[in-house]
């Protein structure tokens, strides 16, 4: 392999370890509601889409998001990432994920869920930075606790 070769190779693999990163701290800053920090995860134009709903602004995301977690237990947990690095700034990665909310019982019964799937994203390098730009989660099995879930 050539130089130059070595020199792709290894931004390449540079690349997904910091997409990685970014991945990790995006699941420890919302478990943590560090929302502050981890709204900045996220490209200004943000798309993300999580059980039918659809959000493009990362301040309303933020807010929508810290809301309904406000009281919960929140654990989450993405694994087995495939990335594909398809641009000097751009990516692709796919997650297997599992998250655990639990918030408060209601009328005595506990209330929350825990969900298996796989988060789609795409990813944009801002200023020598990877950020999230597209979210979908898609869910494969949903799990939800005796007392329901809060509503929205």
Do not use: C
Not at 16 to 22: A, S, T
Not at 108 to 118: A, E, T, V
Request: aromatic share 10%; no cysteine; proline share 5%.
């Amino acid at each position: 392999m050539t130089t130059a070769g070595n020199d792709d190779a290894l931004r390449r693999l540079v690349d997904i370890e910091e997409i990685k990163q970014l991945k990790a701290r995006y699941f420890r800053l919302h478990d943590t509601k560090k929302w502050d920090e981890w709204v900045r995860l996220f490209t200004p134009e943000i798309h993300l889409e999580i059980d039918g709903t659809v959000l493009r602004d990362p301040a309303e995301l933020a807010r929508i998001t810290s809301g309904w977690n406000g009281n919960a237990i929140a654990v989450h947990r993405g694994f087995m990432p495939e990335i594909d690095i398809t641009g000097p700034d751009t990516a692709t990665g796919i997650w297997s994920m599992d998250d655990y909310l639990e918030w408060p019982e209601r009328d005595g019964l506990p209330q929350g869920m825990r969900g298996y799937g796989h988060y789609y994203e795409e990813y944009r390098k801002i200023d020598g930075r990877w950020l999230i730009s597209r979210l979908r989660l898609d869910r494969l099995k949903l799990e939800v606790f005796e007392g329901g879930l809060p509503p929205v």
